[in-house]
């Protein structure tokens, strides 16, 4: 099958630098190297990639045999990541081939055949997503109808998507974030799919859904991103323990607006946030007689936190982190002014005080009056 070519106009200044020098030595050593995936979605709709993929005929050993400052991660997908500083690096994907093995319940157990490219284009997720651009010739080729695609805003599935989510489960919380990142909608058989496979999300080991959760909620679209979740069953495989509430549309929104204007944004307030009221009632059900409120507070963290982690992985110091945003909500809305003066200093009083603040203004609007209390303090 040949697939379509296209000469195109982006504007070549968005491709990163170092991505260029890896597809250039790549190519000068005689290998076939492309830039895919993601990177060539955003450039042809305008948008500035977050990084660059590569795929190449180079197996990871090659790779690292080219690259010095460069080493090969994972089991299942053995991928190769170029340093080119302490925080950056550019990854490095072989062509892959064949089907994915899988266990019966969705979860891959092998996947290292080498393939071609055009093999590997049959192996993305999304057609959108299928791309992939020769930087020498200038041209995207696209074996999966993705340009088309792109066109007309749709995320359709390439091949079947009932297959494609039982393969990975994943796909579908991927394909809701790229509906809403691209403003576009989802093919019929994507949607019919969701609705009866979302299940399938349970079998996805917590440590990959934690990364996944990440990219979900740490972006400007991140509500409704939420909203298509809901919608489509699929937040109770991610968050079994949270309900609806103004509070996680009033963070999420939050959230959006300070990425939107460069502030930082941290997983502990969403994990905060999500977790809050099954963590308020499970402090209620528990037994008061002879126990401290902190003691209580500490127990109805841990329980929460506990069953969280059954689902989505939260690693130690975002859910000692988490905690401590709890446990300082009743200082500050019971302390005097000598203790407030102290607690402004404490490293998490900015987190805890935001907390107080999105529920002040929305779920508790009787802390208002104390919200602004500490606003004024802080001036
Ligand atoms: P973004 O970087 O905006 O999250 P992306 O499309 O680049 O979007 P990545 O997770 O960076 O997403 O993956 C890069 C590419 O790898 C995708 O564009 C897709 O071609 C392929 N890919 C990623 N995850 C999967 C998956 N679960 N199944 C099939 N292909 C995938
Ligand atoms: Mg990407």
């Not at 106009?9 to 491709?15: C, E, G």
């Not at 990541?81 to 157990?109: C, D, L, P």
């Not at 496979?197 to 990364?211: D, F, G, M």
Request: charged share 25%.
């Amino acid at each position: 099958m040949s697939p379509v070519r296209q000469t195109t106009h982006f504007d070549k200044n968005l491709i990163d630098k170092d991505a260029i020098k890896v597809v250039n030595t790549l190519a000068k050593a005689g290998f076939e190297v492309y830039l895919v995936g993601g990177c060539i979605r955003d450039l042809l709709l305008g948008y500035k990639p977050k990084d660059f993929d590569i795929a190449t005929s180079a197996t990871p050993e090659q790779v690292t045999k080219i690259f010095k400052r460069s080493r090969i991660i994972g089991r299942r997908f053995r991928l190769v990541h170029i340093m080119f500083s302490a925080r950056k690096y550019i990854e490095v994907a072989t062509f892959r081939a064949g089907k994915v093995q899988t266990s019966g319940n969705g979860v891959i157990i092998r996947d290292n055949y080498y393939g071609t490219l055009y093999e590997d284009a049959f192996r993305r997720d999304f057609s959108v997503n299928g791309l992939y651009y020769d930087i020498t010739k200038s041209e995207v080729i696209d074996y999966v109808g993705g340009l088309e695609d792109l066109k007309s805003s749709v995320i359709k599935m390439i091949g079947n998507p009932t297959e494609r989510f039982e393969e990975d489960p994943v796909r579908m919380i991927r394909a809701i974030r790229f509906k809403v990142k691209l403003n576009a909608s989802l093919s019929p058989e994507i949607s019919k799919s969701i609705s009866k496979q979302a299940h399938l999300l349970a079998n996805i080991p917590p440590a990959r859904l934690y990364e996944e959760i990440i990219k979900l909620f740490h972006n400007e679209k991140s509500i409704e991103v939420y909203k298509g979740l809901l919608k489509f069953g699929l937040l109770k495989f991610l968050f079994s323990q949270a309900h609806e509430s103004s509070f996680i549309d009033a963070t999420l929104i939050n959230t959006s607006k300070r990425i939107q204007s460069g502030n930082s944004v941290t997983p502990v307030f969403l994990f905060a946030v999500f977790l809050w009221a099954a963590q308020n009632k499970r402090y209620n059900e528990l037994n008061k007689k002879n126990k401290s409120h902190i003691d209580l507070m500490i127990k109805a963290s841990e329980e929460i936190i506990k069953r969280q982690t059954q689902q989505v992985m939260m690693p130690r110091w975002l859910s000692s982190r988490v905690k401590d945003i709890w446990m300082m909500q009743y200082q500050l809305e019971n302390c005097n002014l000598n203790k407030a003066k102290e607690l402004i200093n404490n490293p998490r009083f900015r987190m805890a005080y935001d907390f107080l603040v999105l529920r002040s203004q929305s779920v508790d609007p009787d802390l208002k009056e104390r919200a602004e209390f500490w606003t004024t303090l802080q001036k």
